[in-house]
């Protein structure tokens, strides 16, 4: 890894051989990239950067929401040349970003992800994790020091809805269902990786995320009757699921390639 966050860990301390173990680990997890048998194709790297697009005010249902902190943990990706990314269907990778790294999603500047390695060729889906791994060398889900606060994401804000205010914080889990598996084990990416040099953007949407809260549950759980209520969003509960959801399935990030500048 030659940028300077996949250098360090979540605290600004150096984690060389904590990202050498997940290197190992990972390598060991996923099939092998294409290529190492001697096919010939030949190997790109290139850099990913987050895009995050800070959503100001979000409608959910009848609620206005505001974020104050909003935070992701991604990676490690694999890259396919199957449609299908699920490690049951795509039996060879032909890119990997082995690195993961926390996302500031109310930041607009592109922020740095790591270095995709791999083979030149076509990318047609993609597999991933929300800085919480389950490796077929660990016996249960591992969480990254990336991960803020532990967690695939924290967001804390406020939903308001005529003199209804409720401040929320929500820790997120996005954990692999399945030893050896990806938390989102599949989703569709588009791109044919030559020698010109490219670079990936992974695009973040955490207005959608919010957008599938009911908070009309959020309220009723929290006891609130009007004014200013506190409510956390707890595993488990309605709220979390649904954007454990809209995380994995309903509104993952999007993979962008185009040419390096």
Known sequence: MNDRRARHDGKGRPAARGLLALALAF???LPAL????????????YLAYAEATPPGEIAAGDWTVALDEAAVAFGPVQF???ASGSATLCSTAIAELLSIAQVDLLAPEPQPLGRVRGFEGEIRSASF???IHWFLTESAPARSPAAPGGHSAHLRGRATRGDDVLEFVADVDAAPQFQGQR???SVAAAATVGAEPVR?????DVGAWLARVDFDAVLEGAGGEGGTTEAVIAPGSRAHNALVIAMTAQSPPEFVWSEAP
């Not at 048998?37 to 790297?45: F, H, I, M, Y």
């Not at 990936?200 to 973040?204: C, E, I, K, S």
């Open 27 to 29: 390598s060991m997890a």
């Open 34 to 45: 294409v290529g190492c048998a001697g096919t010939g194709q030949a190997e790109v790297s």
């Open 80 to 82: 396919c040349a199957a």
């Open 129 to 131: 994790d929300y800085g």
């Open 183 to 185: 938390a989102v084990p």
């Open 200 to 204: 990936l953007a992974v695009r973040f």
